[in-house]
Structure formats: structure tokens, C-alpha cells
Nanobody, 124 residues
């Protein structure tokens, strides 16, 4: 089993920034492809960003491209999501997730492990 614990969420004004962290334990972190997803009230969970095991490739949803940056530190077993120029529509619970393999990274059902989520609220 892998445990994932997110932190860094909170309340921020539109245009502001937050940095989310996700600390992993229980498995070899560097063996896992990592993703960030979010879920707003009444909506399905959606893909936000993902990063390959070595960190050499990153992927983003169109809605966050140019504003969010995903990164990882395999020595610290942690993946990050730097969120800039936040908008009210970014308000959601943000989840990190881990999977084996690099394919189909936008699909929630391809991930093996999930964190409990951290709330991000952007006020207008």
C-alpha cells in the first residue's frame, strides 16, 4: 500500500497563488507516475496535471496550462502543484494520485492510490 497525504490548500483571493504538496510513503515513490486531480461540488473528478517517474515530462489540463506547474522530488517522496493566477473556478478539493505506467494518465480509474484531498477555495 502507498499512503498519500496532501497539504497546502486554503482560501486565497483571485489572482493569488498556492503550493500544494503530496507526501508519499509505503512504496517506492520513484516507481510511480503521479497525478493531481480536482473535484468541485456537484462535478466529476477531473484531471489537472501529471508527471512521469523521473520528472522529465509533465502534462496539464488546458484549463490550467500556463498557470499551474507540477514537479516532484523523489528524494523527498513528494509531488508538488504550484498554482498561480488562481481563479474562482479553480475552487475544488485537490487530490494527488499514484499509478504504475505512463499511459491513460487523465483517467481516474487508472490510478492505484489516492490521497484524502485538500480544499482550495478562490474568492472573487
Amino acid at each position: 500500500q502507498m499512503q498519500l497525504v496532501e497539504s497546502g490548500g486554503g482560501l486565497v483571493q483571485a489572482g493569488g497563488s498556492l503550493r500544494l504538496s503530496c507526501a508519499a510513503s509505503g512504496r517506492t515513490f520513484s516507481s510511480y507516475f503521479m497525478g493531481w486531480f480536482r473535484q468541485a461540488p456537484g462535478k466529476e473528478r477531473e484531471f489537472v496535471a501529471a508527471i512521469r517517474r523521473s520528472g522529465d515530462n509533465t502534462y496539464y489540463a488546458d484549463s490550467v496550462k500556463g498557470r499551474f506547474t507540477i514537479s516532484r522530488d523523489n528524494a523527498k517522496n513528494t509531488v508538488y502543484l504550484q498554482m498561480n493566477s488562481l481563479k474562482p473556478e479553480d475552487t475544488a478539493v485537490y487530490y494527488c494520485a499514484a499509478k504504475i505506467g505512463d499511459l491513460w494518465y487523465r483517467r481516474t480509474n487508472n490510478y492505484n492510490y489516492w490521497g484524502q484531498g485538500t480544499q482550495v477555495t478562490v474568492s472573487s
